[in-house]
């Protein structure tokens, strides 16, 4: 199942049924979990894990070395788990030895075309971002976060579970779970409740977080006052519990 002009290290692991597209190039390091389709003109190269059952498409590169001037060519990773969808043309990045040393992608994702996920992102599971989302280094995104389309990212900011962006946001702080975002730079406007439906979310959990974002947004509390009424909402519901974690490791200030 490998084309006949790809070209595959003899040191790289391929699990079972593992097929590589036309003129794709597989690394000396590389390791590539049963079941992963590459497409044709990938470069797969550095110490990079990819895991069960994803698909690849054409064009993309993954696991090269960081646009970092600082990197030395430490052997920093590229780590991408099982069941996720990367598009044509996207590039994720090695890690650098000044953070984790390792580049993370999570399971069940869906990564569309012109996708840059840079040195050092932690992605979780179930994302989506869309065409030409773009991340700088040491970003964070948590589980089922929505990246629209072109959407910029600054180095270092979080991104919570279940939020969403709309097309063309600019993210110079960190978005906290739940909160939809728009605009450059970003602001927010509302809770993305259509998401969390979908997710299976309660009547209560949803009435719970609308509460929970007027205290943040709306209330014209103080940031540290509004952390203070959302610890006592926690204690009455789990999924408020998330939200208070967040903003209290938070460190460049959140969308607000």
């Given at each position: 199942?490998i084309h006949?002009?790809?070209?595959?290290?003899?040191?790289?692991?391929?699990?079972?049924?593992?097929?590589?597209?036309?003129?794709?190039?597989?690394?000396?390091?590389?390791?590539?979990?049963?079941?992963?389709?590459?497409?044709?003109?990938?470069?797969?190269?550095?110490?990079?894990?990819?895991?069960?059952?994803?698909?690849?498409?054409?064009?993309?590169?993954?696991?090269?070395?960081?646009?970092?001037?600082?990197?030395?060519?430490?052997?920093?990773?590229?780590?991408?788990?099982?069941?996720?969808?990367?598009?044509?043309?996207?590039?994720?990045?090695?890690?650098?030895?000044?953070?984790?040393?390792?580049?993370?992608?999570?399971?069940?994702?869906?990564?569309?075309?012109?996708?840059?996920?840079?040195?050092?992102?932690?992605?979780?599971?179930?994302?989506?971002?869309?065409?030409?989302?773009?991340?700088?280094?040491?970003?964070?995104?948590?589980?089922?976060?929505?990246?629209?389309?072109?959407?910029?990212?600054?180095?270092?900011v979080h991104?919570?579970?279940?939020?969403?962006?709309?097309?063309?946001?600019?993210?110079?702080?960190?978005?906290?779970?739940?909160?939809?975002?728009?605009?450059?730079?970003?602001?927010?406007?509302?809770?993305?409740?259509?998401?969390?439906?979908?997710?299976?979310?309660?009547?209560?959990?949803?009435?719970?977080?609308?509460?929970?974002?007027?205290?943040?947004?709306?209330?014209g509390l103080?940031?540290?006052?509004?952390?203070?009424?959302?610890?006592?909402?926690?204690?009455?519901?789990?999924?408020?519990?998330?939200?208070?974690?967040?903003?209290?490791?938070?460190?460049?200030?959140?969308?607000?």
């Open positions: 199942m006949p002009s790809a070209i595959v290290h003899p040191g790289a692991k391929l699990g079972e049924n593992v097929s590589i597209g036309a003129y794709s190039i597989v690394g000396e390091h590389v390791e590539i979990g049963s079941g992963t389709r590459i497409g044709p003109h990938v470069v797969i190269e550095g110490h990079t894990r990819i895991g069960r059952d994803n698909r690849i498409f054409q064009f993309s590169s993954l696991g090269a070395a960081p646009q970092d001037k600082k990197y030395a060519d430490e052997p920093t990773r590229l780590d991408i788990g099982d069941g996720n969808t990367i598009r044509e043309f996207c590039t994720l990045n090695c890690g650098t030895a000044q953070d984790a040393g390792v580049t993370r992608l999570g399971n069940g994702n869906w990564i569309m075309a012109y996708v840059h996920l840079a040195h050092d992102c932690q992605i979780g599971d179930h994302t989506i971002f869309a065409n030409n989302a773009q991340l700088a280094g040491h970003v964070h995104v948590g589980d089922y976060a929505i990246l629209g389309g072109f959407t910029g990212v600054h180095q270092f991104i919570g579970a279940h939020s969403f962006t709309a097309i063309a946001t600019v993210l110079v702080h960190d978005l906290p779970p739940y909160v939809m975002a728009a605009g450059d730079t970003a602001k927010p406007y509302g809770i993305n409740s259509e998401g969390l439906r979908r997710r299976g979310f309660s009547a209560a959990a949803l009435a719970a977080i609308k509460r929970a974002y007027k205290t943040l947004y709306k209330s103080t940031l540290e006052l509004a952390k203070a009424q959302l610890a006592e909402q926690a204690q009455t519901c789990a999924e408020i519990g998330l939200l208070t974690e967040f903003l209290q490791g938070s460190t460049r200030g959140i969308v607000r």
